[in-house]
């Protein structure tokens, strides 16, 4: 039994195969057309799938899309009737929604009576949900979509048992965990979609202030919220947005209203210099939202009496929230979906079919996130030897795996800056060790350097930690498996001078723990760098620079190329400049 897994017309499309219960592959479109967040079909990432799979259109069973256009109809409805423009958007969403099977056939260049497979429609925080659930290693498990806006509404709830969720509650648009993040972040000058981490990471410098106003913004409600709506513009300026085309990355409006610059004061425009204001606004904003959902998570642990709990949605992004899930509420396991955001209700949305509705039992675990396009030892090397590296002086070795990994430690412990490309790219945004930029986690100057050699990033923004995940107890606060970058710990204080460039301003870092299971080579990587240094952590960030990630070993080598990377390690070549 085949599912095609599909987010299309929305940012961070994506497509997943999922062949008899098992995940084959999942990608994003973006690491194909190089768009961040790209929205639109995501034909590529499909080819890519069946490829992987090794199937023809033909058979696939069933094709499960995360939207369902008649989701909370009468609220949509009585929104239409209020706003003319949001009414000629629903047409519009409509129509893209019902040509679904028409792109798919186009994408093989054949007509669409050749698809045999049933398409299903799943609704948005149940396809988030079932990301979570159907994938984790959890037979029954409290679950939360927190999220910006889908299908109509911002949140969801419920338990899963085995083969079935149930859900037990929503909250609908237009209250929203996920806007009044991205509402504030707005006004504090960060206007690009996505740009919410930015914030998150702003908040650690700063002393929260205006909390009571934040708590005006956003008031808990029974087992949810409900936002503070003279703060907003999109409960009368539309809630959808209007998704660009897939050569476009998603833009939105200004979500916030006057009345939020009345309480709070002026908005940062882009180019202003960030003040002591703007951090204090930014840790403000950061507490609410984890009294809220921290609150929310405590009262469905209550009400579940479950130690288990799976999160999805745009707000489980929210790492720093996620690592004081232990001490704020009955919850004592978590898993949360590498591509927690939308990219990951392609996932979803086909185990949600195979399970929900078709009843199938659960036989598969997503235990590490490498699902995305791998190359052969062949395929490298052709790279290798297109690429400039091989003309303009670059020493290229090729060695074995042992010998590499030596190698490839020393040179991070002399402060060089390595590029590292492995095996099938990561599902989600984080690098995981298969597509990352690795550094000396020892170097206090690490930061200022990559940032300027490489990244090319606010100053503020911390890097994350790669450790051993039998070492994270020693030198973590918190030992629970972090194998997404989806959690932050408090680095223990006797072990913070000793990784400063991993280590937030607050003390936390937003740490991936590495087993030899999940990821061998990068292990022995982080292994050797421990052999040779005491320190079982390396520095670990995404290969790109201001571009979706690198996914093919060709845009390795041309990132590599371009930035002032010290060495490249490309499967089993190692390159260094001379
Ligand atoms: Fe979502």
Known sequence: MNILGINAYHGNASAAIVCDGRLVAAVEEERFNRVKYAAGFPSQSIRYCLKEAGLALQDLNYVAVPRNPYARLATKLFYAMRMPSFARERVKVLAKFTSIPDALAHTFDTDPKAIRARFHRVEHHQAHLASAFFVSPFERAALLSADGLGDFASTMWGTGAGKRMKIDGAVAFPHSLGLFYSAVTQYLGFLKFGDEYKVMGLAAYGEAEHLDVFRDIVRSNGSGFRLGLDYFTHHHAGPEMSWADADKTPTLGQMFSENMEKRLGPRRKPEESLEPRHRNLAAALQMRLEEIYLGMLKKLSERTKLKAVCLAGGVAFNCVANGKIFDNTGFEQVYVHPAAGDAGLAVGAAYYVWHQVLGQPRNFVMDHAYWGPGYTGEQNRRAVEASGVSRNGCRIEELPEDLLMQRTAAIIAEGK?????????????????????????????????????????????????????????????????????????????????KIPAPTHVDGTGRLQTVTCEANPRYWKLIKAFEQQTGVPV??????????????????????????????????????TRR
């Open 538 to 575: 390396v520095l670990n960030t995404s290969f790109n620079d201001n571009e979706p990630i690198v996914c093919r070993p060709e845009e390795a080598l041309d990132c590599f190329e371009r930035t002032k990377m010290d060495a490249l390690v490309l499967g089993d070549f190692l390159i």
């Open 417 to 497: 800056i390595l590029g590292w490309f492995q095996g099938r790219a990561e599902w989600g945004p984080r690098a995981l060790g298969n597509r990352s930029i690795v550094a000396d986690p020892r170097r206090s100057e690490m930061k200022e350097i990559l940032n300027q050699r490489i990244k090319h990033r606010e100053v503020f923004r911390p890097f994350a930690p790669s450790i051993l995940a039998e070492a994270t107890g020693e030198w973590f606060e918190k030992s629970h498996p972090s194998p997404f970058m989806t959690l932050a710990y408090a680095v223990r204080p006797e072990k913070r001078d």
